[in-house]
Nanobody
């Protein structure tokens, strides 16, 4: 069964940076497109960034130019580098394959506040 373990979140001031990690087990991430999602309290889970099997990148308009998705196939890990963070980036962040697996990880909380 596939599992996702997200980490790297925390409290950061506006304008700050964080790098999130997601370790995938039970599935070879190099065989899938990989995605980062986020969910703020009371809101739907939304796609933030996607990296295809060949490394083609795609981002939500709200994070373009600030966030960078990458992957290390040898470590079965994907990353999300987040720069110039804004209060509206506050959310729990999750990774998954595309198409989505039935299971989701616990997520990692990112709070942007002064």
């Amino acid at each position: 069964q596939v599992q996702f373990v997200e980490s790297g979140g925390g409290l950061v001031q506006p304008g700050g940076s964080l790098t999130l990690s997601c370790v995938v087990s039970g599935r070879n991430s190099s065989l899938y497109a990989m995605e980062w999602y986020r969910q703020a309290p009371g809101k739907e889970r939304n796609l933030v960034a996607r990296i295809s099997r060949k490394g083609v990148l795609r981002y939500a308009d709200s994070v373009k130019g600030r966030f960078t998705i990458s992957k290390d196939n040898a470590k079965n890990t994907i990353y999300l580098r987040m720069n110039s963070l804004k209060p509206e980036d506050t959310a729990s962040y999750y990774c998954n394959t595309e198409p989505n697996a039935d299971t989701w990880g616990q997520g990692t909380q990112v709070t942007v506040s002064s």
